[in-house]
């Protein structure tokens, strides 16, 4: 049985946000599949204006990973990530099958994120010292924002299942220039995406000011940068990294 998953498929080298797209790309249809080996597949997925690209993927002998995946959209690349196109065969060649065990803990995720500080929620008891603590919860997760400092800044968002960390980021940021809006920081970051739940979406305007977010890894392990520019000028900037716990 084929049954690879996708935290498996984070694991491997992969674009940004490619495995969310590949299950859409997947749920319109239309991909078409044949074993020429044992575990060994050719498919052909739609793409734009009604081409296709073709995909091949060898899976291990378990079932459970793929030793090797080709794609048109990354022919010239030694090392070729895991697209979207790579994604959607998978899925299609597995029934549908991609069990995703973190989706529950994600949709918490970004449903405290939205609750506490990027909804301008209250203050919970600090934790520390002069520190800024958030906290939100719904059983089995518990979700706890803390931070010290103003206009330089660090601190760390934690979740729990049941009482056991599961996972944890990192920041550090300031403001640089003149101009910097926190309530427009707030509002971009109401705007957390779930295929990267970590702060804003890659990118967001509003008048004279403009958000953007770089992120590199995946759920499983990431690290990311964020900027606001204002008239042009970066007034703020935070670095950032996490990762699941065992």
Same mark, same amino acid.
């Given at each position: 049985?084929?049954?690879?998953?996708?935290?498996?498929?984070?694991?491997?080298?992969? $674009?940004?946000?490619? %495995?969310?797209?590949?299950?859409?790309? !997947?749920?319109?249809? @239309?991909? =078409?599949? *044949?074993?020429?080996? +044992?575990?060994?597949?050719?498919?052909?997925?739609?793409?734009?204006?009604?081409?296709?690209?073709?995909?091949?993927?060898?899976?291990?002998?378990?079932?459970?990973?793929?030793?090797?995946?080709?794609?048109?959209?990354?022919?010239?690349?030694?090392?070729?990530?895991?697209?979207?196109?790579?994604?959607?065969?998978?899925?299609?060649?597995?029934?549908?099958?991609?069990?995703?065990?973190?989706?529950?803990? $994600?949709?918490?995720? %970004?449903?405290?994120?939205?609750?506490? !500080?990027?909804?301008? @929620?209250? =203050?919970? *008891?600090?934790?520390? +010292?002069?520190?800024?603590?958030?906290?939100?919860?719904?059983?089995?997760?518990?979700?706890?924002?803390?931070?010290?400092?103003?206009?330089?800044?660090?601190?760390?968002?934690?979740?729990?299942?049941?009482?056991?960390?599961?996972?944890?980021?990192?920041?550090?940021?300031?403001?640089?220039?003149?101009?910097?809006?926190?309530?427009?920081?707030?509002?971009?970051?109401?705007?957390?995406?779930?295929?990267?739940?970590?702060?804003?979406?890659?990118?967001?305007?509003?008048?004279?000011?403009?958000?953007?977010?770089?992120?590199?890894?995946?759920?499983?392990?990431?690290?990311?940068?964020?900027?606001?520019?204002?008239?042009?000028?970066?007034?703020?900037?935070?670095?950032?990294?996490?990762?699941?716990?065992?």
């Amino acid at each position: 049985m084929l049954a690879v998953t996708l935290r498996r498929l984070e694991e491997h080298n992969h $674009i940004v946000g490619d %495995i969310p797209r590949g299950v859409k790309l !997947y749920e319109r249809g @239309g991909i =078409e599949f *044949t074993e020429f080996e +044992p575990n060994y597949f050719v498919g052909r997925v739609p793409h734009k204006n009604g081409t296709t690209k073709t995909v091949s993927v060898t899976f291990t002998d378990d079932g459970l990973d793929i030793e090797h995946h080709f794609c048109d959209c990354s022919r010239k690349s030694k090392n070729p990530p895991i697209c979207r196109h790579v994604v959607a065969a998978i899925l299609a060649i597995q029934g549908g099958n991609i069990d995703d065990p973190y989706k529950p803990l $994600i949709d918490f995720l %970004i449903r405290a994120k939205k609750a506490t !500080y990027a909804g301008k @929620g209250a =203050e919970s *008891t600090p934790s520390r +010292p002069s520190s800024h603590d958030f906290e939100y919860a719904e059983e089995p997760f518990a979700y706890r924002d803390t931070y010290l400092g103003g206009t330089k800044f660090a601190g760390e968002e934690a979740v729990w299942r049941n009482g056991v960390p599961v996972w944890a980021m990192n920041y550090v940021g300031r403001v640089i220039g003149e101009g910097f809006s926190g309530d427009f920081l707030k509002e971009a970051l109401l705007l957390v995406p779930h295929d990267i739940p970590f702060r804003g979406p890659r990118q967001y305007k509003n008048g004279d000011y403009t958000y953007t977010c770089t992120v590199k890894g995946g759920f499983h392990w990431v690290h990311g940068f964020e900027e606001i520019h204002y008239n042009d000028t970066k007034v703020y900037e935070c670095a950032f990294h996490g990762s699941d716990i065992e």
